[in-house]
C-alpha cells in the first residue's frame, strides 16, 4: 500500500532521486523545493517522465513554507534537506557557522516537531532525517557540518526513544562522499570569506573529490528505508564508511591531547 511522503530538499541530489524512485513504485511524493524556480523545473521533469507527484515551496527557514506544508497529511516525513560550509573552526565566520545549524538542526527540528505531534495524535507515523557519516566521527576543515550531523544525531537519538511509545518511528540515513555534487561545492565554500581577512592556519588543501561513490546506491537505500515495514534506526553507506565509522568510535577512546 502507497504512502504519502514528504521530501525536503528535492530539488536535487538524494531528495530528487528519492523523490521520483518513491513516485515511481506508486507512492504519493510531495517534493520541497528551496525556491520558486526550483519548483518549477521539478514539475516539467516528472511531467517530461511520466511521473505524478506533487511540487510544493518549502524553504524550510522560511516560516510561512513551513506552516502550509504543516497543514499537510503525511505517513513520512524525510527531513532531508541541508547544507554545507567548510572552513577550520578556528576561522570560520560565526555567521557562516549559524547558517548551518539554522538549516540543517533549527528548521529541520521545527518540521519534525510539529509533524512529530500530528502523527503522535494519530499512533503512526515515520521521521526519515538525513544525517551523514560526518555526524559519527571527525572531520576536519568540515567541523560546522559534522557538529550540524552530530547534533542531529542527538537530536534523532531522543526523539526514537520519546515517539516509539506513541506508534511514531523516527530513523536515519547516513550517506558517506556520493557525487551529488554536494562535497564538491561544500569545499568551495570556505573560498567566499577566506580572503576576506587575516588568517592565522592554512588553507584546507585543495584537492579533486575522486574516489565518491554513485549516489544510486544511497537513494535506493533511502528507499528501502522509507517503504520497510520495520527498519533499522541508522542507515549507513557505503558499507565501507560504516566500517570506517565503527573503527574511529573505538580509537577515539585512546585519542591523546
Known amino acids: 500500500m502507497g504512502k504519502t511522503v514528504l521530501i525536503t530538499g528535492a530539488a536535487s541530489g538524494f531528495g530528487r532521486g528519492v523523490a521520483f524512485g518513491l513516485a515511481r513504485r506508486g507512492h504519493q511524493v510531495i517534493a520541497g523545493c528551496q525556491i520558486w524556480p526550483q519548483v518549477w523545473e521539478l514539475r516539467n521533469a516528472a511531467r517530461a517522465d511520466g511521473i505524478e507527484m506533487q511540487v510544493i515551496k518549502l524553504d524550510v527557514l522560511n516560516e510561512i513554507d513551513r506552516a502550509r506544508a504543516l497543514e499537510l497529511d503525511i505517513d513520512v516525513l524525510h527531513n532531508n534537506a541541508g547544507i554545507m560550509e567548510s572552513g577550520p573552526m ?74 516509539k511509545p506513541y506508534g511514531v518511528e523516527v ?52 528507499i528501502d528505508v522509507i517503504e520497510a515495514e520495520d527498519p533499522p534506526y541508522r542507515t549507513v553507506r557505503p558499507e565501507s564508511a560504516g566500517e570506517m565509522v565503527r573503527k574511529e568510535q573505538a580509537l577515539v577512546w585512546d585519542r591523546k591531547a
Open 90 to 163: 578556528a576561522e570560520i565566520p560565526m555567521v557562516v557557522f549559524r547558517s548551518v545549524f539554522e538549516t540543517n538542526v533549527f528548521a529541520a527540528l521545527e518540521l519534525a516537531q510539529g509533524f512529530a505531534r500530528k502523527m503522535v495524535r494519530r499512533g503512526s507515523g515515520r521521521i526519515v532525517w538525513t544525517s551523514s557519516v560526518a555526524g559519527l566521527v571527525k572531520v576536519p576543515f568540515d567541523g560546522a557540518y559534522a557538529a550540524s550531523k552530530h547534533a542531529v544525531e542527538g537530536i534523532c537519538s531522543a526523539l526514537h526513544e520519546e515517539l
Open 171 to 222: 530513523v536515519t540515513v547516513n550517506p558517506g562522499a556520493y557525487r551529488t555534487g554536494f562535497n564538491d561545492t561544500g569545499m568551495e565554500s570556505m573560498d567566499q570569506w577566506w580572503g576576506l581577512g587575516e588568517r592565522v592556519v592554512e588553507h584546507w588543501p585543495v584537492r579533486e573529490l575522486d574516489r565518491q561513490h554513485d549516489p544510486a546506491e544511497m537513494i535506493a537505500a533511502m
